[in-house]
T-cell receptor, first 113, second 111 residues
Framework: AQKVTQAQTEISVVEKEDVTLDCVYETRDTTYYLFWYKQPPSGELVFLIRRNSFDEQNEISGRYSWNFQKSTSSFNFTITASQVVDSAVYFCALRNYGQNFVFGPGTRLSVLP | DGGITQSPKYLFRKEGQNVTLSCEQNLNHDAMYWYRQDPGQGLRLIYYSQIVNDFQKGDIAEGYSVSREKKESFPLTVTSAQKNPTAFYLC??????????FGPGTRLTVT
């Protein structure tokens, strides 16, 4: 069975603080893909990153970074020096090869000025 | 510009009426999906289609119907059999194993 857990329902930080969003996944497959999406107040989900199960290299894109650890089945997302525009709901998702997406419940991030 | 369009953005209907939500993509993706999102909740899969003229039920298909007559179009009909149709509906498309791209969504309110 596939499952994605985002234990943090809501997080509030003050602008310029760093914040990490946790994602833990469950799968029995050896080939799978992990994703992060951002859903701003407008509602549209915006794709942020995809990672496949064979690539455990961490990735940095500007203020965003992702830490993929197969040993703990985690794919955490860190925003450095957060900004008000980062306020959104963030979803972690898992896709086994050839199957549909499974989304986590989401984490609502509020960045206060 | 390539992308996914959903129309209308807001839709209001009376209880007992069927309503069809539009989803069009020009990304040349084979697969298309419909999700439902309720306030404060995650996404739940309604229907998906891997190729034209074929579609499968997702986790919450009851009360919904779809068609896939063209690669670029995947309309969703919310029927009167859907007991709680008020929700935010998101359409997405993807290529094989890769990420899904989402449309802007349609907020349906049924009174």
């Amino acid at each position: 069975a596939q499952k994605v857990t985002q234990a943090q329902t809501e997080i509030s930080v003050v602008e310029k603080e760093d914040v990490t969003l946790d994602c833990v996944y469950e799968t029995r497959d050896t080939t799978y893909y992990l994703f992060w999406y951002k859903q701003p107040p407008s509602g549209e989900l915006v794709f942020l990153i995809r990672r496949n199960s064979f690539d455990e290299q961490n990735e940095i894109s500007g203020r965003y970074s992702w830490n993929f650890q197969k040993s703990t089945s985690s794919f955490n997302f860190t925003i450095t020096a957060s900004q008000v525009v980062d306020s959104a709901v963030y979803f972690c998702a898992l896709r086994n090869y050839g199957q549909n997406f499974v989304f986590g419940p989401g984490t609502r991030l509020s960045v206060l000025p | 510009d390539g992308g996914i369009t959903q129309s209308p953005k807001y839709l209001f209907r009376k209880e007992g009426q069927n309503v069809t939500l539009s989803c069009e993509q020009n990304l040349n993706h084979d697969a298309m999906y419909w999700y439902r999102q309720d306030p404060g909740q995650g996404l739940r899969l309604i229907y998906y289609s891997q190729i034209v003229n074929d579609f499968q039920k997702g986790d919450i298909a009851e009360g919904y119907s779809v068609s896939r007559e063209k690669k670029e179009s995947f309309p969703l009909t919310v029927t009167s059999a859907q007991k709680n149709p008020t929700a935010f509906y998101l359409c997405a498309s993807s290529e094989s194993r890769y990420e899904q791209y989402f449309g802007p969504g349609t907020r349906l309110t049924v009174t």
